[in-house]
């Protein structure tokens, strides 16, 4: 028997474990507000681990130990920027938007949201919203594809065809079954499996080079030059460039979904600590991860070649190395649930919005709710097979398909999303104005300003917030209908965040 064996079986357990979750979540989904939104009854802990489990793909496993091991600490400037803006995200848009998306006739969608926010009677805001979830989310779903891929294309040698459609479908079947119940709960699983992953790895990799930290620091140096220089030889451009990531969090439907879910803005607080506390400790454990790998290597360069080919596979190598096949089995199924954790949320999303904000809004107005969860489940395939189709080149680099992706809902839904819950002069043209410029501005930046080395999502950001506050101002101000609803959710909130405070 091959040494890997005990690592196919533990993956083959973890998968089955994932399907059973989504068989039990599919007794509990009722109707189609089960399906995408569980009904609204998210506690803190399974809030936030889900929150973060959906934001952390394959990137946290892959993309960013790579970027480590390849350049030094000086990568670590996108962890420092996803921290910052992933508590303003918590601290400013989560506990609004759960009670806004209620108050606006409990949207279940951000296009719905929209809709009913503005008073959007056409719908327009509606379509658009729905094309820009969909144009980037087959990106970044095509980037979920190609983590998989590769991580079963590396342990199991396996082709990268067979990989791909071998890991998609272990994902969209328990997204089919249970729906956003089942992603939760297999989130909150998956969350826990992360950081444990995250913690031992970077410690066994130490306890092995069997050197001080201080000569592990020397050994990195004679490797990597600058790479224990988090300054490096990086321009303030280049510094700010990674540190907007942060900004990307304000417009994640996947993540703004998890806020939606939850129980009660009450539950929001607690959540926010949890979720902050998994998520600096799952990119601390990445970042040494990579940190640690150059030593490793730089000792052992007989055991490198896998990775100096593809540095993204820096954490596979390490685990494949360190531990028992039956240890890395459980371990390596880490970046099997980062990226069944985040595809599968990015699935349902999707897949709500063909369902929600089409198929019901404009073909099928009075169809029943078991209706819209099969037609749901049928979407869902739908958007796989097309981010499979986007997926297929084998030469796709994970890292630069999140990026875009990441910042093209950034840029589209950032702004939108603030102003929106913080802003009650905000109107309709405006927020269509905004999305589009945002979204156009990192499509035409991309493919025509890289070589700037200005992130997309900086001038995507700043250009929408200008065109939602200038045509905003110069329009007509926005119904009594619309400014009422506005005023009426945040004295909801404010009524909450009062109760919270009076028992604390």
């Known amino acids: 028997m091959s040494q890997l064996n005990p690592t196919l079986v533990t993956f083959i357990f973890y998968i089955v474990a994932m399907i059973g979750i989504g068989l039990y979540a599919y007794k509990a989904t009722t109707n189609f507000d089960d399906y995408i939104l569980g009904g609204r009854s998210l506690g803190s802990v399974v809030t936030a681990l889900s929150a973060g489990a959906s934001d952390m793909s394959g990137w ?13 600490l000086s990568e670590a400037w996108i962890a420092i920027g996803l921290i910052i803006g992933a508590w303003l995200n918590w601290l400013l848009v989560a506990g609004r938007l ?9 949207a279940l969608t951000l296009p719905d949201y929209f809709a009913s ?6 719908k327009i805001i509606r379509i658009i919203s729905a094309c ?4 980037f989310f087959a990106i970044y779903c095509a980037s979920g594809m190609v983590a998989g891929a590769r991580l079963f294309e590396s342990l199991f040698g396996w082709s990268y065809t067979s990989a791909l459609w071998i890991g998609a479908i272990a994902t969209i079947s328990y997204v089919c079954i249970g729906g956003f119940l089942a992603i939760s709960w297999t989130d909150t699983f998956q969350a826990g499996l992360m950081i444990f992953a995250l913690l031992l790895a970077p410690i066994m990799t130490y306890l092995a080079i ?3 930290f201080q000569h592990v620091s020397f050994m990195v140096e004679s490797v990597r030059p600058l790479a224990n220089n988090i300054l490096s030889d990086l321009s303030t451009v280049a510094i700010l460039s990674s540190m907007a990531w942060g900004l990307g969090y304000f417009g994640q439907p996947h993540i703004l979904l998890r806020f939606m879910a939850a129980d009660s803005v009450k539950s929001i607080p607690a959540a926010r600590r949890i979720g902050m506390t998994w998520m600096i400790l799952c990119l ?14 730089a000792s052992h360069p007989e055991l490198g070649v896998a990775v100096n080919a593809n540095p993204e596979t820096v954490f596979m190598e390490l685990t494949k190395i360190l531990f028992n096949p039956w240890i890395a089995g459980i371990i390596l199924a880490a970046i099997l649930a980062a990226v069944m954790s985040t595809l599968s949320c990015q699935l349902l999303v999707c897949s709500s919005t063909l369902t929600e904000d089409l198929y019901k809004a404009f073909i099928r107005k009075n169809a029943s709710q078991n209706e819209l969860v099969w037609v749901g489940r049928l979407m869902v395939l739908v958007v796989a097979l097309l981010a499979i189709m986007l997926a297929i080149n084998p030469e796709s680099k994970v890292l630069g398909l999140v990026a875009y992706a990441w910042a093209g809902f950034g840029a589209a839904f950032g702004p939108l999303i603030i102003l929106s819950l913080f802003w009650k002069r905000m109107t309709l043209n405006g927020a269509i104005v905004g999305m589009i410029v945002g979204a156009v501005t ?3 930046w991309k493919n025509t300003m890289a070589d700037t080395g200005i992130y997309e999502i900086i001038p995507g950001f700043i ?4 065109s939602i506050i200038v045509v905003s101002l110069l329009g007509k101000p926005p119904s009594k209908n619309v400014t009422d609803n506005f005023e009426k959710a945040e004295q909801l909130y404010a009524k909450e965040m009062q109760e919270l405070k009076s028992k604390s």
Do not use: C
Request: aromatic share 10%; charged share 10%; hydrophobic share 50%.
């Open 60 to 72: 946290l496993l892959m993309g960013l130990p790579g970027a480590i091991y390849l350049s030094g």
């Open 98 to 106: 759960r009670v806004h998306t209620e108050v606006q006739n409990n």
């Open 117 to 122: 926010r503005f008073g959007d009677t056409k």
């Open 132 to 135: 820009v979830i969909l144009i």
């Open 210 to 212: 069997g050197e001080n």
């Open 284 to 297: 601390g454990g990445a970042v040494a991860i990579g940190y640690l790998g150059i030593a490793y290597f």
């Open 442 to 444: 990192v499509i035409v």
């Open 463 to 466: 250009f929408s917030a200008i």
